[in-house]
């Protein structure tokens, strides 16, 4: 375990969260991100996501997750990782889509705190805005802010 200078434990890596109903693509992607070095989980589905962030709160800094799945999609999920009143514990949201997202559902989501990749998507499409939102998460989280 790794400590700080004053002898308590660092505080663990924020994780990131995968939301897919298919998982081979959640596990694909998990997979490139653990060997970018992030710490990442993944759940199957919106539901299942809150569960792990009410959980953990504090643990994820970033959730990815596919727009369309049965039960609660991703936007539902957006919305309910926003609604969440601990703001330095919740997590930026990325929304993943092979169709395209009416306007009307990107107006209703903050742009500050969402954001939309389109698939297929080359790598960079997807890890750039994930390192941009992982280290506000950080940074919000680190000052409590």
Request: include cysteine; hydrophobic fraction near 45%.
């Amino acid at each position: 375990m790794s400590e700080t200078g004053a002898g308590t434990p660092a505080p663990a890596p924020l994780a990131i969260l995968i939301v897919d109903d298919e998982e081979e693509v959640a596990l694909e992607i998990a997979d490139g991100l653990r060997s970018d070095g992030y710490v990442v989980e993944v759940v199957t589905s919106g539901r299942a996501a809150l569960d792990r962030i009410e959980l953990a709160p504090g643990r994820f800094g970033v959730v990815v997750t596919d727009i369309r799945m049965p039960g609660m999609d991703g936007v539902a999920l957006a919305r309910d990782i926003l609604a969440m009143t601990d703001e330095t514990r919740r997590p930026e949201v990325i929304l993943v889509t092979g169709h395209g997202v009416p306007r009307e559902i990107a107006q209703a989501l903050p742009c500050d705190r969402v954001c939309v990749v389109r698939k297929p998507f080359r790598w960079n499409e997807l890890i750039e805005p994930l390192e941009s939102a992982h280290a506000r998460a950080a940074a919000r989280m680190a000052t409590g802010a």
